[in-house]
């Protein structure tokens, strides 16, 4: 074992999306990891959620593998009911003290049965579901909760008020027939010993009683977006059934309020909370899909901050698809209606005011930092910002004020999952930075058993389907599919589970496979994308094959597309299991091929994401190659004087490229780009276009993006007219001293059909140049054209001192664009004012165009690294949610403007992100490929080479033996399973494993011959 100095475990406070996130990727790439959780469960606020946006996946089928995963690493050891209370040390060398408040349940024996619960007489308020309903004194978080054990909450059981009276209750202790409660419990206090440490404690909802002219407590239908959540959840109070809480009716019409306790500087929350409008449309989407009538939902907005990848497209679709209705107003009050319903009164843009009555009112409500966070980070002396966020120090991403400490997730500012995960990732790549030399020291190896023989056993079945609360349950018959798959050929066992990802159904499946010695299994539940290698790791564990393991998805081909059809779904999801079913029975044990790995990396582009990352790698000690086509290294942000935080980006950008020119682990290429790829994970082989021959084992993507170069608003023709970068540039070099009238017009070349997506950063570009004209010249005239001012977390902040220092705002419509003439007079910009109906003109002396964020080309790319890129030419991630650096090619990460239009601060942090995520396959010594490769019968084959020119991975090749005899042959490291050289095989000669022609005709005959 390596000595060190430094101590190779990390404590993670705080275990929702951000925690999970960071403590796989620290496990993943050789650390201990300490996960700490105040809750008796992991998870956070995830599984409150019902779904996400834009994709509406559903939030627990995100997190469950996640959790499951987490809670069976050998190098997690998560720590529930538990806080920090002490910190002392130095970065590397951290002594923290935790408090483990008393469960009065003993985790390891608690079986999860809930026998406990349905003992215990005591009902309170359930904290999870926004007390929209009740649960017990003993009580489990939610469902699918890790661990799998229950807690007692002793302020409410009755067994606290006299313990040393045994006759006052002990209804549990009697039902419990394991043995786990002990009301005698202590608290408990642990020293651990870690390198550094991870804060992602979360946020905590802002609480609407604060502003009384939304009524919230009083009128019994308004509800905030978190308790509409819980009502539209399938594991909900509810069942997922939409109804409103005062009489449990239907509502016919539903209104959401925007910036309830965001963008709000009474109240101290001049922010924006970042997540709002998107969740609201979300919400709003969900709840007309969830209403077989005609669900009215109209949002109530300022502006709709869509700025996020593919959030556009998404507020588009939820009005001409669904037919969500938006009102861009200003409410003066909510008032009691008939029958419970509510009347909100609210003023449109020109004044007019309006009364109009709802069955249903959701306030959706901004994101606060928890107040138990507040205090940690006062305990951990981490210093705070004026709304009691995370201090985050300028251009670090995830830094704090503390060497050692890092920040990421809703603690360091709003943000929404993807930014979440995103994070959770940066910070891990800054901890394997800082604890390099110590990884590895703490950690252990998992052992499985050794996988059972069932070569020429008779085929013992086993099936399992999955409710999903009411997500595949409130459709599909859960249980007539249960018990039609008994009947099939070769099941001996099948059964329903409530969620068949959660970590007790995990259990069940290994006492399954043991007790009734099954040898292949099925399971009927959501996606393979997401949840296979979960059920495959079970049964590893269990002593299979992993390859043994059949899935069918019978929540996106059964309930959520036939969800006005259930008798049909029903009938189809039996189908789809006896399909399954019969691929089972023809699996064979497939084994993984292990490789050497090559620890050096490659990074294609060498702008501030590609820079960061290298250079996070190479202090990490890997040998990194930087490839860059243009003559320096900078990128655009060599065009960047001025940080949206006032940050001399200059400054940062030649100390930044210095450290890279001067780093012995990093070689620089100018001038050169990718001429030809071959290769894999672990053993790549990339050739330059100087001739050169690179060997590395990873690659990470950052080629950046470039400024839209208009052809509207006069621009090329009028030297007045001018890109945001232009003008920043020629302020910076005060070229525009005598300028006085400036007009910034917005979405030029976003938000429009040929690019129908935001670019993010132009809103908050605009503002903090019309400030930097303001501090110049104060007397000068700044107008900035908008559809809608999108300046999200922070940067609120710079809109609110815009308009408090003059700068005009006027709002224009996609229909009536402003328009720009030469005249004899000047450059004369005409434009309608939204308020008074009415055409204004401006002569100016400037006008500053905020241009797209266009994608440089990626297509040679993503042919050589077999990578996709989505419609508008960005490199298109493996998942949103779970893998936001990650391609679905394995070994493969991108960062930066290559992903999507980001500001300079979101582009370092998803840099470092891109290198904690590139580490996890770094830090291994070989590399193991799970053995689903296609395979040649030579005897068949003709040597015809159609599969050499149909394999996109290259796997596929002719070869010659020593007789002379040619036929094709398969790279198992190379091939991706996908099954184009099978399908196009002329002679049957060549199948693939785990998916092969037999089985996959039997699966056709299991429906064809009914």
Same mark, same amino acid.
């Given at each position: 074992m390596t000595t060190t100095n430094k101590v190779g475990a990390v404590l993670v406070v705080g275990s929702g999306i951000a925690g999970i996130q960071a403590s796989l990727d620290l496990a993943e790439s050789g650390y201990y990891v300490y996960l700490v959780e105040r809750e008796p469960a992991i998870g956070g606020t995830m599984p409150m959620l019902d779904k996400t946006f834009p994709t509406n996946d559903c939030s627990m089928c995100i997190l469950s593998p996640k959790l499951v995963d987490c809670g069976r690493h050998l190098n997690v050891n998560s720590m529930t009911n538990s806080e920090v209370v002490g910190l002392e040390g130095e970065p590397g060398n951290f002594k923290v003290t935790i408090r483990t408040k008393a469960r009065y349940i003993d985790v390891n024996k608690c079986t999860g049965c809930g026998s406990c619960a349905e003992a215990c007489p005591v009902k309170v308020d359930d904290a999870f579901n926004q007390g929209l309903n009740k649960r017990k004194a003993i009580y489990k978080l939610y469902a699918q909760a890790f661990p799998n054990a229950y807690a007692i909450d002793s302020s409410k059981c009755l067994k606290f008020k006299n313990l040393s009276n045994d006759k006052l209750c002990g209804k549990c202790i009697k039902a419990c027939q394991a043995g786990a409660i002990n009301h005698h419990m202590q608290d408990e206090e642990t020293q651990i010993e870690v390198g550094s440490i991870v804060l992602v404690p979360g946020f905590e909802a802002f609480d609407p009683t604060q502003l009384e002219l939304y009524q919230y407590g009083k009128l019994k239908n308004v509800v905030t977006s978190l308790e509409f959540e819980r009502i539209l959840s399938a594991s909900g109070p509810f069942g997922g059934h939409l109804i409103r809480p005062s009489d449990h009716k239907e509502p016919q019409?539903?209104?959401?309020?925007?910036?309830?306790?965001?963008?709000?500087?009474?109240?101290?929350?001049?922010?924006?909370?970042?997540?709002?409008?998107?969740?609201?449309?979300?919400?709003?989407?969900?709840?007309?899909?969830?209403?077989?009538?005609?669900?009215?939902?109209?949002?109530?907005?300022?502006?709709?901050?869509?700025?996020?990848?593919?959030?556009?497209?998404?507020?588009?679709?939820?009005?001409?698809?669904?037919?969500?209705?938006?009102?861009?107003?200003?409410?003066?009050?909510?008032?009691?209606?008939?029958?419970?319903?509510?009347?909100?009164?609210?003023?449109?843009?020109?004044?007019?005011?309006?009364?109009?009555?709802?069955?249903?009112?959701?306030?959706?409500?901004?994101?606060?930092?928890?107040?138990?966070?507040?205090?940690?980070? *006062?305990?951990?002396?981490?210093?705070?910002?004026?709304?009691?966020?995370?201090?985050?120090?300028?251009?670090?991403g995830v830094a704090t004020n503390k060497p050692g400490v890092y920040v990421a997730g809703a603690f360091s500012g709003p943000r929404d999952i993807p930014e979440t995960v995103m994070q959770a990732s940066a910070a891990a790549g800054e901890v394997q930075k800082l604890l390099a030399e110590a990884k590895g020291t703490?950690? *252990?190896?998992?052992?499985?058993?050794?996988?059972?023989?069932?070569?020429?056993?008779?085929?013992?079945?086993?099936?399992?389907?999955?409710?999903?609360?009411?997500?595949?349950?409130?459709?599909?018959?859960?249980?007539?599919?249960?018990?039609?798959?008994?009947?099939?050929?070769?099941?001996?066992?099948?059964?329903?589970?409530?969620?068949?990802?959660?970590?007790?159904?995990?259990?069940?499946?290994?006492?399954?496979?043991?007790?009734?010695?099954?040898?292949?299994?099925?399971?009927?539940?959501?996606?393979?994308?997401?949840?296979?290698?979960?059920?495959?790791?079970?049964?590893?564990?269990?002593?299979?094959?992993?390859?043994?393991?059949?899935?069918?998805?019978?929540?996106?081909?059964?309930?959520?597309?036939?969800?006005?059809?259930?008798?049909?779904?029903?009938?189809?999801?039996?189908?789809?299991? *006896?399909m399954a079913v019969k691929k089972a029975a023809l699996l064979e044990p497939v084994h993984p091929i292990t490789l050497p790995m090559n620890h050096d990396v490659l990074v294609i582009g060498g702008g501030v994401s590609g820079l960061t990352s290298a250079l996070n790698l190479a202090d990490q000690g890997y040998q990194v190659y930087i490839v860059e086509k243009a003559e320096e290294l900078g990128g655009i942000a060599k065009r960047i004087k001025y940080g949206m935080g006032g940050e001399d980006v200059p400054a940062y950008l030649n100390e930044l490229i210095g450290k890279v020119n001067s780093h012995t682990k990093i070689k620089v290429y100018t001038s050169v780009e990718i001429a030809d790829v071959q290769g894999f994970m672990g053993n790549y082989q990339t050739k330059l276009t100087n001739g050169e021959e690179i060997k590395h084992g990873v690659v990470i993507i950052a080629t950046g993006a470039a400024e839209y170069q208009p052809t509207e608003y006069l621009y090329g023709h009028n030297t007045r007219v001018r890109t945001l970068l232009e003008v920043e540039g020629m302020l910076a070099d005060g070229k525009?001293?005598?300028?006085?009238?400036?007009?910034?017009?917005?979405?030029?070349?976003?938000?429009?059909?040929?690019?129908?997506?935001?670019?993010?950063?132009?809103?908050?570009?605009?503002?903090?140049?019309?400030?930097?004209?303001?501090?110049?010249?104060?007397?000068?005239?700044?107008?900035?054209?908008?559809?809608?001012?999108?300046?999200?977390?922070?940067?609120?902040?710079?809109?609110?001192?815009?308009?408090?220092?003059?700068?005009?705002?006027?709002?224009?419509?996609?229909?009536?664009?402003?328009?720009?003439?030469?005249?004899?007079?000047?450059?004369?910009?005409?434009?309608?004012?939204?308020?008074?109906?009415?055409?204004?003109?401006?002569?100016?002396?400037?006008?500053?165009?905020?241009?797209?964020?266009?994608?440089?080309?990626?297509?040679?790319?993503?042919?050589?690294?077999?990578?996709?890129?989505?419609?508008?030419?960005?490199?298109?991630?493996?998942?949103?949610?779970?893998?936001?650096?990650?391609?679905?090619?394995?070994?493969?990460?991108?960062?930066?403007?290559?992903?999507?239009?980001?500001?300079?601060?979101?582009?370092?942090?998803?840099?470092?992100?891109?290198?904690?995520?590139?580490?996890?396959?770094?830090?291994?010594?070989?590399?193991?490929?799970?053995?689903?490769?296609?395979?040649?019968?030579?005897?068949?084959?003709?040597?015809?080479?159609?599969?050499?020119?149909?394999?996109?991975?290259?796997?596929?090749?002719?070869?010659t033996d020593e007789r002379g005899n040619t036929a094709a042959d398969i790279n198992p490291a190379l091939c991706k399973g996908c099954g184009a050289c099978s399908s196009s095989c002329r002679c049957g000669a060549i199948n693939v494993k785990g998916c092969s022609n037999e089985q996959l005709m039997a699966m056709v005959q299991a429906v064809a011959w009914q």
């Open positions: 019409k539903v209104a959401w309020i925007q910036c309830v306790g965001s963008r709000n500087c009474r109240i101290g929350n001049g922010y924006c909370s970042s997540v709002c409008c998107m969740y609201a449309i979300k919400q709003a989407v969900i709840a007309k899909e969830h209403t077989p009538y005609d669900l009215g939902a109209s949002i109530f907005y300022m502006d709709m901050r869509t700025y996020g990848k593919d959030f556009e497209k998404y507020y588009e679709r939820s009005k001409a698809q669904y037919g969500v209705n938006f009102v861009r107003s200003r409410v003066y009050s909510l008032d009691l209606g008939e029958n419970d319903n509510v009347k909100i009164r609210y003023a449109l843009e020109d004044g007019t005011v309006i009364t109009e009555e709802y069955d249903m009112v959701v306030l959706s409500v901004g994101l606060e930092p928890h107040k138990a966070a507040v205090e940690l980070a *006062k305990t951990l002396g981490v210093e705070l910002n004026q709304y009691n966020f995370v201090d985050v120090p300028e251009l670090s703490l950690t *252990k190896t998992k052992e499985y058993p050794a996988p059972k023989d069932v070569s020429g056993e008779i085929v013992r079945t086993g099936v399992f389907v999955c409710h999903c609360g009411i997500n595949i349950g409130g459709v599909v018959d859960v249980p007539s599919v249960a018990e039609y798959a008994k009947t099939l050929p070769g099941v001996v066992y099948a059964t329903e589970k409530l969620y068949a990802c959660s970590q007790d159904a995990s259990a069940q499946i290994k006492e399954a496979i043991e007790e009734h010695g099954l040898n292949r299994i099925v399971v009927a539940s959501c996606s393979p994308r997401t949840h296979e290698p979960m059920f495959q790791e079970t049964l590893k564990e269990a002593g299979l094959n992993p390859h043994l393991f059949e899935m069918t998805n019978i929540r996106d081909h059964c309930s959520w597309v036939h969800q006005n059809e259930p008798e049909k779904a029903t009938e189809k999801a039996k189908d789809l299991v *006896k525009l001293q005598n300028a006085n009238n400036y007009v910034f017009i917005q979405c030029v070349g976003s938000r429009d059909d040929e690019r129908p997506y935001c670019s993010r950063i132009c809103c908050t570009k605009s503002i903090k140049l019309a400030l930097k004209v303001k501090e110049a010249k104060p007397s000068a005239n700044v107008y900035i054209l908008y559809r809608d001012i999108r300046t999200y977390g922070y940067f609120e902040d710079l809109y609110t001192e815009a308009r408090r220092k003059g700068v005009v705002f006027v709002r224009y419509s996609v229909d009536a664009k402003p328009v720009v003439e030469g005249t004899s007079f000047g450059t004369k910009v005409t434009f309608t004012d939204h308020v008074l109906n009415r055409p204004v003109e401006i002569y100016a002396d400037i006008i500053g165009l905020a241009t797209a964020i266009v994608p440089n080309d990626n297509t040679s790319l993503s042919k050589l690294f077999k990578v996709p890129i989505n419609a508008e030419g960005f490199f298109l991630e493996a998942h949103m949610k779970l893998r936001p650096v990650d391609f679905g090619t394995d070994g493969v990460f991108m960062c930066g403007l290559a992903h999507g239009p980001k500001n300079l601060e979101e582009n370092i942090s998803q840099a470092k992100a891109a290198a904690g995520r590139a580490v996890t396959a770094l830090a291994k010594e070989n590399i193991e490929t799970d053995g689903k490769a296609a395979y040649v019968d030579k005897r068949k084959c003709m040597a015809c080479g159609v599969c050499v020119e149909v394999c996109p991975a290259k796997a596929a090749t002719l070869v």
